[in-house]
């Protein structure tokens, strides 16, 4: 299992952890990427370390090779001379610096490949905060969202809309009372309707019949007489006796009546 995959499990681990425990969605992204941040610095810091162990494994197989090929060189200088001694002592002291150099190799070669392999979950991991911090941007949006309307619908169940509607027809009913009473304010305040109006007058004409005819029953009193067409010369002018005989005449009809 890769230090990547390892890290990724204790990841996962710690935010099921965190859900089991926190029921806030923010609370556990916002932890949740402050781990994988914290993370990322480790494993910076860890290929640090390993870039700088194998910059030093590489200047102790520099140096190793060096000495073999100088202990070499040295050998080979000696049998050209005829030394077969000196040579021997030579090849004894190129010895260790050879199996040094064997050994640096394969350690060189595993660190170059830690090195690589830390630089490429590095970047897998900086690319996942980056994903993640978006995802928890959008993730508290639709929480706050969804909260929001949460406490919308707590609160709408909590009103209790029959009896506020009850509470506007009544309202409604008061106003038009008070309406009616305002136009009936208007109405006295402004004088009698005219039906009111044509009461009053229709009364008043039925008592001034009354006293007509109780002036008409009087001792002495003289009947009045009724001007005939013939005898419009001599009542006056042609428009006053016009008028008189009209008035005699709804005068007549309101008697008939």
């Known amino acids: 299992m890769s230090l990547f995959d390892r890290l990724g499990r204790v990841i996962t681990s710690n935010l099921n952890d965190l859900v089991s425990k926190a029921e806030d969605p923010e609370k556990i992204l916002e932890q949740a990427v ?20 194998q910059k030093k494994t590489e200047l102790q197989y520099k140096k190793n090779q060096q000495q073999v090929a100088t202990w070499q060189e040295r050998a080979q200088l000696a049998i050209s001379k005829g030394d077969e001694t000196l040579a021997r002592e030579a090849l004894i002291r190129k010895k260790p610096f050879a199996e040094a150099l064997n050994t640096l190799e394969i350690q060189l070669q595993q660190q170059i490949e830690v090195v690589s392999n830390l630089k490429r979950d590095t970047r897998i991991l900086e690319g996942k905060i980056v994903e993640a911090k978006s995802k928890k941007d959008m993730l508290k949006a639709r929480a706050n969202a969804a909260k929001a309307q949460k406490e919308s619908r707590d609160l709408l169940s909590g009103i209790d809309t029959s009896s506020s509607m009850s509470a506007f027809e009544r309202m409604e009913d008061k106003v038009m009372q008070l309406e009616a009473e305002s136009q009936v304010a208007g109405e006295l305040e402004g004088g009698a309707s005219v039906d009111e109006q044509f009461r009053q007058l229709e009364a008043g004409q039925d008592i001034e019949d009354e006293l007509a005819m109780m002036k008409a029953q009087l001792p002495g009193a003289e009947p009045s007489q009724a001007v005939l067409p013939g005898e419009e010369g001599q009542s006056g002018s042609s428009g006053d006796t016009g008028i008189d005989i009209e008035l005699e005449k709804l005068r007549s009809e309101l008697k008939d009546n």
């Open 34 to 53: 402050v781990e994988m941040q914290e993370n990322a610095v480790k494993m910076r810091q860890a290929l640090a370390t390993a870039i700088a162990t």
